[in-house]
């Protein structure tokens, strides 16, 4: 029961860092400055974005909740507290401000934690630390998406 009552904690929690985020946004994927970048090959379509931030919501709720009833500790609440920082402004950063450089800096340092968290659980979590793997699979993903726009623009 507790195991349930987590995972609906975070994913409160992760789905209201989502919706955050898109207001700070300021629809930035439909403006002009945006859709006038030079994006990578590689961009996928709009509807792929919401589709792949449920999936990793949902599955890094899942992972939160585990990684807490099996390790309560300072160290996982920092480390969370600041992936959730650096996810919900970085859609400020690039997409209201276009500051892409110092955007580029926030998505490396949110792949960091999450690398962090995802290495340092592993042994703990065993086959459970695949649920963070969506995560991290699409931070590398946004970062080498961040880093064309920052060099192509």
Known sequence: MKLLKNIFIFLVINFGALYVGTLLMNNGP???????????PWTPPGWVFGMAWTTIMFCFSIYMA?????LFNTKIIILFSVQFILNVIWNYIFFNQHLVSI????IIALTAIVTIMLYDYRKKLKLKSL????????????????MYILIHN
């Open 131 to 146: 649920l963070i793997l969506p995560y991290f699979i699409w931070l590398c993903i946004a970062t080498s998406l961040n």
């Open 30 to 40: 439909q403006t002009n400055w945006y859709m006038n970048l030079n994006k990578a």
């Open 103 to 106: 955007g580029l800096l926030v």
């Open 66 to 70: 585990y990684l807490i009833n099996i």
